[in-house]
């Protein structure tokens, strides 16, 4: 069975300082991840995903993330943290079986000025 | 253009109600999605359409019906809530190619409070 741990259910940080989002999974192949990210009281915005190709994924306003099949990990950085970025992120783990995505409990990023 | 809308997005109701969220695409996608997102944030799949037809029915109450139309719409209608049903939820929509479903597209989620 898939599932998802994301290790922080809140990360703060300082504008300008670096992120990091931690997520392991657990799957019996070689599983699709993603990162959503979800502002308040907005819906979900996909970051990036990981589909067996480079294992250095690059997503959107800066974000990326690295596929660690020995660790089982897909950690989210970025290198310099925004005001903007402060919202709740999702490590998704996907089993392709009728296109099911599999949550983590997510991550709350605050970011302080 | 919004690419997956629901209707409403605030829904306040009282218990023994039935209530329907409606959830349109545009993006020519032929998957859509209904999750449930409670109150600690925690987003779980309800059920899954593709192509008109039911693929995915999580352990949800009986209560809970989805119908689909057409690709494009994916209504969720609930009888006789409960409070329990109380939470956010969203509707989304992906596209299969060769059996490999590709990222899904978020609604902007339904707020539901039932009193």
């Known amino acids: 069975a898939q599932s998802v741990t994301q290790l922080d259910s809140h990360v703060s940080v300082s504008e300008g300082t670096p992120v990091l989002l931690r997520c392991n999974y657990s799957?019996?192949?070689?599983?699709?991840l993603f990162w959503y990210v979800q502002h308040p009281n907005k819906g979900l915005q996909l970051l990036l995903k990981?589909?067996?190709?480079?294992?250095l994924v690059k997503g959107i306003n800066g974000f990326e993330a690295e596929f660690k099949k020995s660790e089982t990990s897909f950690h989210l950085t970025k290198p310099s943290a925004h005001m903007s970025d402060a919202a709740e992120y999702f490590c998704?783990?996907?089993?392709?079986?009728?296109?099911?995505?599999?949550f983590g409990q997510g991550t709350e990023l605050s970011v302080k000025p | 253009d919004t690419a997956v809308s629901q209707t409403p997005k605030y829904l306040v109701t009282q218990m023994g109600n039935d209530k329907s969220i409606k959830c349109e695409q545009n993006?020519?996608?032929?998957?859509m999605y209904w999750y449930k997102q409670d109150s600690k944030k925690f987003l779980k799949i309800m059920f899954s359409?593709?192509?008109?037809?039911?693929?995915i029915n999580e352990t949800v109450p009986n209560r809970f019906s989805p119908k689909s139309p057409d690709k494009a719409h994916l209504n969720l209608h609930i009888n006789s809530l409960e409070l329990g049903d109380s939470a956010v939820y969203f509707c989304a929509s992906s596209q299969v190619s060769r059996g490999s479903y590709y990222e899904q597209y978020f609604g902007p989620g339904t707020r539901l409070t039932v009193t």
């Open positions: 998704v783990v996907t089993p392709n079986q009728g296109g099911k995505l599999i």
């Open positions: 359409y593709n192509n008109k037809e039911l693929i």
């Open positions: 799957s019996s192949y070689s599983p699709s």
């Open positions: 993006l020519g996608h032929d998957t």
């Open positions: 990981y589909t067996s190709a480079a294992t």
